[in-house]
């Protein structure tokens, strides 16, 4: 369904014309625009112009040749500085620097014209949470529900290569994007090589610019410089045994700061792209609690800011160079009930900031929440593609040459069906696939059905996934002298894929448990972390579980349990009386030991109670706790789910 600008209701989607002016800011500040790069493999050599500004200490990735042909464009990214403030004002040069590209593709096919005015239409294809799925995803976290609630398997970087080009091929003006994530949090076949692969691949896929997100800052800023300017890791070095290009694509990140005073971003803020004589920018964020969600070794040294606020004080500065068609790519969502190509009852962090962000702006591309939707949010198309590679948001705009504004934004959330691979990117990942064979394909365990990863009917709650890495991190922590756990609390985000029971290619029989199975369920490397908490900060500690804008249910070990009530006041919706381990109901002045990963133990997810943990014992990471669990307790069977109590 294409979902258009604006729209009367969620389900109709009607293309109705924007105001080709008036379009203003409420913001008086500007950001100086700095140096460029081309996504051809022609890049001009810059040449600073403007002496006010301090240049980006990063340096430029080096670009190669793309594996699709584009329309003639320029591309010009925003300065790393520049003011942030909305009530003062800086003066504005001209930009530094711009790069060229010029490409064989005739563009006048995507023009008509209408009455005196041209418009140019552009195609834009986006995606948002990859985290390095270069192979087809399995289980829940590769299937779309379709409206009749059938599921089709989707997802993998060679089946979205292929719908890539074929988009591409409707409209030479193609820009593909991206809203974050594009690592992290990925399978072994990425992630054994730092997230390389999924970089190259998407060099060969032809993106040109996406927004930071979260698991971006896994590894620190360092480790995403080099995802941008290549190079082998300063540890492992290049283990594939070939040189790291680095990205041909832009990251941008206009909130995240290194500096405030001058003010310095990361990355540019923005990047503008030119296409048959019209231009559009491209502003990317990520989502201002990156601090909360992400270890302190990731965001140190950095400031995130207001994603609203920060986008709003580019659009003057953007608008004074002549640039009216505006996007954000921004790495934080929401969420809705219907299908993945509806707008049912949208919620979550991205209405209000829709709702805050300035006129000008034209376009959304979002993502963060792994939610599908297709949206209008304050006259702003507003859109997210699942997760994973699932999905495709082909996305048309329609230019005039006259205002340079977004006169028409319809938008279709596309299935990437797994019909036709590229052979190419076929090839690329299976060499990598090759290397990590050993590793991954080790057996650990096995298991007597699918252990899942999400709660039943996707309610707030535990999954039998979450009870087993709950369980597994209890056992391991538990002897005397490894710090004596009574309980284990497990983030819900952290449990990332299902252990599925049928066989898995290669394998001869149903259940088993291999090392790259296990890996993609606790991919990050957190170490267990055993606590003291009273059984009053164990009661705040799941309290905090719905202090923000979606529950956080956290996944608890066997003889550990509790009830809560959505329905109750934020703060009083768990029962104290229900809060029991081994049946027993905990005394707020007693003391227990408590077991975490290192994230939750540094308040990430919110959970800032685990900071007054005291008596703190380090213990293994977290994989090596499941992996010796999954061999010591074969076979694994799914635990009940009686843990965790919803009242009414």
């Given amino acids: 369904m294409k979902s258009s600008l604006p729209r009367q209701t969620p389900a109709l989607a009607l293309t109705l ?19 460029g790069s081309s996504s051809s493999s022609t890049t001009a050599e810059p040449t600073t112009t403007e002496p006010t500004t301090t240049e980006p200490t990063t340096a430029e990735p080096t670009t190669a040749e793309p594996t699709t042909a584009a329309p003639d464009t320029t591309t010009t990214t925003g300065n790393t500085t520049g003011p942030l403030a909305t009530t003062t004002t800086d003066s504005t040069g001209p930009l530094a620097t711009t790069t060229t590209d010029t490409a064989s593709s005739s563009s006048s096919s995507s023009t008509g014209d209408t009455g005196g005015d041209t418009l140019v239409k552009v195609q834009l294809l986006a995606f948002n949470d990859l985290h390095g799925n270069l192979e087809p995803p399995a289980g829940s976290s590769g299937k779309i529900t379709l409206p009749d609630d059938s599921k089709v398997d989707v997802g993998g970087v060679a089946f979205l290569a292929t719908h890539v080009a074929a988009l591409r091929a409707d409209n030479p003006n193609t820009i593909v994007v991206s809203a974050g994530d594009l690592i992290g949090a990925s399978p072994l076949t990425s992630a054994l090589f730092h997230d390389e692969p999924t970089i190259e691949a998407m060099n060969q896929i032809g993106l040109a610019y996406t927004a930071v997100g979260n698991h971006e800052f896994d590894d620190g800023a360092s480790e995403l410089l080099r995802m941008q300017t290549g190079g082998c890791h300063p540890i492992d070095g290049c283990s594939d045994g070939t040189p790291f290009p680095g990205a041909d694509f832009k990251f941008l990140a206009a909130n995240v700061l290194v500096s405030e005073q001058p003010i310095k971003t990361l990355f540019p803020s ?16 990520t989502l201002e609690a990156t601090p909360d969600i992400v270890t302190p070794i990731g965001n140190a040294g950095l400031t995130f800011l207001d994603e609203a606020a920060r986008a709003n004080a580019l659009v003057p500065e953007l608008q004074a160079i002549g640039v009216e068609a505006i996007v954000v790519l921004i790495h934080e969502g929401g969420y809705q009930s219907g299908y993945y190509d509806q707008c049912e009852g949208v919620s979550g962090p991205i209405v209000a900031i829709a709702e805050q962000l300035d006129p000008a702006i034209d376009v959304v591309i979002s993502g963060h929440t792994h939610s599908a939707y297709n949206c209008v949010i304050a006259d702003k198309l507003v859109t997210s593609a699942a997760s994973f590679g699932r999905l495709l948001t082909d996305i048309d705009l329609e230019i005039s040459t006259l205002t340079g504004d977004i006169t028409t934004a319809t938008a279709t959330n596309v299935l990437v069906t797994r019909d036709a691979a590229d052979p190419d990117i076929s090839a690329f990942v299976a060499t990598y696939k090759d290397l990590a064979a050993p590793l991954a394909n080790k057996q650990i365990g096995t298991i007597t059905a699918t252990l899942d990863r999400y709660p039943p009917m996707m309610k707030p709650g535990l999954s039998t996934m979450g009870a087993v890495v709950a369980d597994s991190q209890l056992a391991a922590t538990a002897p005397v002298m490894l710090g004596a756990a009574q309980i284990a609390l497990m ?158």
């Fill in 17 to 35: 014309a924007l105001a080709a002016a008036g379009c203003t800011s409420d913001g008086t500040t500007t950001d100086t625009g700095s140096s």
């Fill in 270 to 285: 923005y990047a503008i792209h030119e296409l048959d004589g019209v231009r559009i920018a491209f502003i990317g964020m």
């Fill in 491 to 648: 983030n819900q985000g952290g449990v990332r894929a299902d252990l599925l029971y049928p066989k898995a290619p290669g394998e001869l029989v149903d259940g088993v448990v291999s090392y790259g199975e296990a890996f993609a369920v606790q991919p990050f490397g957190n170490s267990l972390v055993v606590m003291t908490l009273t059984g009053a900060q164990i009661d705040a500690v799941l309290e905090q579980q719905f202090s923000g804008n979606v529950s956080n249910v956290l996944q608890v070990s066997q003889g550990f349990s509790f009830a809560y009530s959505a329905s109750a006041p934020i703060g009083a919706r768990v029962d104290p009386a229900s809060i029991k381990l081994g049946g027993v109901a905990l005394k707020p002045d007693q003391t227990y030991r408590v077991t975490v990963n290192s994230y939750l133990a540094a308040g990430g997810d919110g959970f800032s109670v685990l900071l007054d943990g005291t008596d703190r014992l380090g213990g293994p990471n977290d994989l090596d706790a499941f992996a010796d669990y999954l061999a010591e307790q074969s076979p694994v069977a799914p635990p009940a789910l009686d843990r965790i109590t919803e009242l009414p």
